[in-house]
């Protein structure tokens, strides 16, 4: 063998345990894995594929998230609804989802004379809240948002852990605004997606602007398509973001704004949107009474900051490998009694911290050793070690997540600190720490 050939042969062998290395890290941080290690969803049979069931830790997440995005939304000018998961087929077929969606969704239940569907979005019932009164333009724009439920009858062979489902909680917006209007608002959309993302630690890897294709799901009006994937295209120029056009991918009512995250194998999914539609305003026969006293058609823009809870959740679980920053983990502290003697004090000081809103255990000497329940708990982003001068001073030793110990501190000092750092929804454990993404041990 000659040393052309050891080498080809060491080049093929570290690509192939490079390759089999990425894999492994893959699989380590894989959503289903790590979800039901860390108690967080699981899913059973006698409920049906695509119908994940939330435990309480990971319920916990869900919640968070919820209140996150709902005070982003209300911050930004969005006035909160709720909508049946049901509707009537004629909702449907007028929306366009009965010609052009039919096969996502699941067949219709007669009840009486009528049938009544599982709603495959929520933009059909947020049409019709809008036209239930006259609308002055002097209400525009108006933005509507909801995190209801949504369902897609989707195939068992592509259902996996919460990435794909056939039960969704989608947080979703529409925002009813004059033609005029419609550009400004897609633009402040896609910033509150971006904010958002920056606070999760949310990194997309691409700004995709998803076209029609061939066939016929799209909606057949050339005009329509033209004028908002000229808005859309501005939009995203204005924004600043690269991004790349890419056919086949959009609405069937229109074009839309994809944003494309990859999971822990490098496989892409949207998590985002913005989209404009001229499509549904007209079907409904939406209108306002414009300046000039005249009825005038709206725009829809839909948008979505987090996308669906269950894909959200599913790419934090990967990218924080369960040791999420402490304004989302689970449980934000623990306390850790050296003794039973300390154990009252523990209780006192875990009622405390559920009065200030944050998630607390108790871990005390009945677990094992203090060493084992630290370790225990590596994922808790605070750790809060009461020993007999402690309890007596009402102190605690907090140690952090990424191996700092503190000085004992006032407890109410420590509690401050943390609260202050979960309420601002912060990326940092103490003092401009980090809180350790993947650092899961």
Not at 315 to 328: D, K, N, S, V
Not at 365 to 376: K, M, N, V, W, Y
Request: hydrophobic share 40%; net charge negative.
């Amino acid at each position: 063998m000659n040393a052309a050939t050891n080498i080809a042969g060491n080049v093929a062998g570290n690509a192939s345990n490079s390759a089999a290395n990425a894999a492994a890290e893959a699989a380590s941080h894989d959503h289903r894995r790590l979800g039901r290690e860390l108690d967080l969803f699981d899913t059973d049979p006698l409920m049906g594929s695509g119908l994940p069931y939330w435990l309480p830790d990971g319920a916990a997440i869900r919640h968070t998230l919820e209140e996150f995005v709902r005070g982003r939304e209300r911050r930004a000018g969005y006035r909160h609804v709720y909508s049946p998961v049901l509707g009537k087929r004629e909702l449907y077929e007028i929306s366009g989802h009965w010609a052009h969606y039919r096969e996502d969704m699941f067949p219709p239940m007669d009840l009486g004379s009528e049938q009544v569907v599982l709603r495959p979005s929520l933009c059909p019932h947020h049409a019709l809240i809008y036209r239930s009164r006259a609308r002055s333009y002097r209400e525009l724009p108006l933005r509507m948002a909801e995190l209801g439920g949504m369902y897609r009858s989707e195939l068992s062979g592509v259902l996996g852990g919460l990435t794909r489902v056939r039960a969704i909680q989608l947080n979703d917006a529409h925002v009813f605004c004059t033609p005029e209007q419609a550009a400004d608002e897609a633009v402040a959309a896609l910033e509150l997606i971006r904010e958002a993302h920056r606070a999760l630690g949310i990194r997309p890897v691409r700004y995709r602007l998803s076209l029609p294709g061939a066939g016929g799901k799209y909606v057949a009006d050339p005009a329509l398509w033209e004028r908002a994937t000229a808005l859309l295209t501005d939009v995203l120029e204005r924004s600043g973001v690269p991004f790349e056009a890419v056919e086949g991918e959009a609405a069937f009512y229109g074009p839309k704004i994809d944003v494309q995250i990859a999971d822990a194998a490098g496989r892409e999914s949207t998590l985002s949107t913005v989209q404009i539609d001229f499509h549904q305003p007209e079907r409904f026969g939406l209108q306002y009474v414009g300046p000039d006293g005249a009825k005038h058609r709206p725009v829809m823009v839909h948008r979505s900051v987090i996308g669906s809870v269950e894909r959200v959740v599913a790419h934090l679980i990967e990218l924080y490998g369960g040791a999420f920053p402490a304004w989302l983990a689970p449980t934000q502290l623990v306390l850790l009694p050296l003794s039973e003697a300390e154990a009252a004090q523990a209780e006192r000081l875990r009622q405390r911290c559920l009065d200030r809103g944050l998630r607390v255990e108790v871990a005390g000497p009945e677990r094992g050793s203090l060493g084992a329940r630290i370790r225990e708990a590596r994922l808790v982003p605070y750790q809060a070690v009461i020993g007999p001068r402690e309890a007596v001073d009402d102190r605690v030793a907090l140690r952090l997540r990424d191996g700092r110990r503190l000085d004992p501190l006032p407890a109410e000092e420590a509690l401050a600190g943390i609260g202050a750092l979960v309420d601002a929804c912060s990326a940092e454990l103490w003092d401009g720490g980090p809180a350790g993404a993947g650092a899961a041990g």
